[in-house]
């Protein structure tokens, strides 16, 4: 977050992106957006009219996780191979979930080591739990 910190200069918008995420984060409900936000810039001398709804806050996590997708996609690339993996599982209303995750080879910055990261992508729920359903579903989705 610190990397977008330097591109926005306004403290109040950086607030609400920031508590956009953290309770995005810490699975808060995110109807606490208003109240959380009003508190955070009270202390800071502003008195918050406008961008405190719940629809701004799924907004601005909407932009965060694009903008972790691509900062995700540009590692990825710079990886030699890489691998896409699936995992079915159930929630607790017995739906059929598919986890996706994807692994790749990353060098670490400091020893210049390859190393190996797995990163998770996406929750998807298939119409029908065979497998060529499930290839059908990816195929529509396009993940």
């Not at 610190?2 to 508590?19: C, G, N, P, S, Y």
């Amino acid at each position: 977050m610190t990397l977008a910190m330097a591109f926005i200069e306004d403290d109040a918008v950086w607030v609400r992106m920031q508590k956009a995420w953290w309770l995005a984060q810490e699975d808060v409900a995110i109807h606490k957006f208003s109240s959380l936000i009003q508190s955070t810039l009270a202390t800071k001398g502003y008195i918050p009219t406008h961008y405190i709804d719940d629809k701004t806050a799924w907004e601005m996590v909407g932009i965060q996780g694009k903008y972790f997708r691509q900062l995700l996609k540009a590692r990825v690339q710079k990886s030699p191979f890489y691998g896409i993996m699936i995992d079915e599982t159930m929630d607790q209303s017995t739906t059929s979930q598919l986890i996706i995750y994807i692994k790749f080879l990353e060098r670490d910055a400091k020893t210049g080591v390859m190393e190996i990261k797995v990163e998770y992508l996406d929750l998807l729920t298939p119409t029908a739990g065979t497998a060529h359903e499930i290839m059908v579903f990816l195929d529509v989705n396009s993940v």
